[in-house]
């Protein structure tokens, strides 16, 4: 299967987004130090200039267009087959969880996950007459090199981030989570839970559980930071109905019909750090020791990825560098669509 239109010229694409200035930030008198060079994709930094695909806030486009630029044409690309994935990555305190929307609660529609969802299901109801859908999320998080279940019942709910035991504690007995690769290259989790839904309201409602069960803690940087990788994923699964119109109902009929199946990974990172800034130690220090390690990795796979000089030469992609890498691998690589939101603070 080709690719087409927009998604020729990279499958990987990467966007900046500045936040704005917080209320600690301006009583403490900073100045934006960032600056987006007008009518082009480029942020200036004192003399450094850098250019990306896209730059949204500050005096960029506004971040409102980010999701109709960035983010749907990957929905749509979902009901043609392709898989997806999109992160937010940068330093702690830069904005990735309110970017990506991992953080919903009281049903506040704010991010890009909760765009996704309304995106997906308005497109559904559309369709629906000619295609059946079934739909599957599942929720995770990677913290120290570990894969923990979100949505997982039997779990305790939150431990005590304050002392140092952030995320949820893991039930005697129950087998740890497992990365596996099925002969015909799909990813899956063994031990996950994967759950069905049918509405919007279904799918919000697990993305919150998911949300409440996160492993964050406090740092010097930021009183709320993520201490783990989470990963929302949707797995969209669509066959077209039989026309009776165009066929006779026969055996060979139902054999031509598409089945498709596809998935969509929203990540939220967890901030990169520099342990002297956030005046990290013992628990706090091996988490961001953890943290950065995935990080490279990621950083080395979309370095491979991105570069097409590599690609032509076949060069290795280290996705077994690490789990999250891992995780991604059929997400990534091949005909999959990815976008970087690289969150920057001004």
Avoid: W
């Avoid at 806030?57 to 043609?80: A, H, K, R, Y």
């Avoid at 099925?182 to 697990?206: D, F, W």
């Amino acid at each position: 299967m080709e690719a087409t239109g927009a998604s020729e010229d990279c499958c990987v694409k990467v966007a900046v987004h500045v936040r704005p200035l917080i209320g600690d930030e301006k009583l403490q008198g900073c100045k934006d130090c960032v600056t987006v060079i007008q009518g082009k994709p480029q942020v200036q930094i004192g003399t450094h200039s850098f250019t990306f695909d896209h730059v949204y806030g500050s005096t960029g486009s506004p971040s409102s267009s980010m999701f109709e630029e960035c983010i749907v044409p990957l929905v749509d690309g979902l009901f043609q087959g392709y898989n997806a994935t999109v992160l937010a990555y940068g330093q702690t305190g830069s904005g990735k969880t309110y970017t990506m929307g991992t953080s919903l609660k009281d049903g506040c529609q704010t991010g890009i996950i909760p765009l996704v969802m309304n995106a997906l299901f308005s497109k559904i109801e559309s369709l629906k007459h000619q295609i059946e859908f079934q739909l599957h999320v599942s929720f995770i998080e990677i913290l120290k090199e570990e894969v923990r279940d979100l949505l997982d019942p039997t779990s305790l709910n939150k431990a005590d981030t304050a002392n140092g035991n952030t995320g949820k504690v893991n039930v005697p007995g129950k087998p740890l989570i497992q990365i596996r690769e099925s002969s015909n290259g799909v990813i899956t989790l063994a031990g996950s839970t994967e759950v069905g839904v049918s509405t919007l309201k279904e799918m919000a409602a697990y993305l919150e559980q998911g949300s409440l069960s996160r492993a964050t803690g406090s740092t010097n940087m930021n009183n709320q930071s993520s201490r783990s990788h989470a990963i929302f994923t949707i797995t969209l699964e669509q066959m077209h109905k039989a026309n009776p119109i165009s066929g006779d109902g026969s055996l060979n009929d139902i054999m031509s019909e598409g089945y498709l199946c596809a998935k969509l990974h929203l990540v939220d990172l967890a901030g990169s750090e520099r342990a002297k800034r956030t005046g990290s130690d013992g628990m706090r220090f091996k988490e961001g020791v953890h943290i950065n390690k995935g990080l490279l990795a990621l950083g080395n796979v979309i370095s491979a990825l991105g570069d097409e000089k590599k690609r032509k030469e076949g060069v290795h992609v280290p996705y077994r560098d690490s789990k999250l890498t891992r995780l991604l691998q059929d997400s990534l690589g091949g005909n999959s669509r990815t976008v970087m939101i690289a969150c920057i603070s001004p």
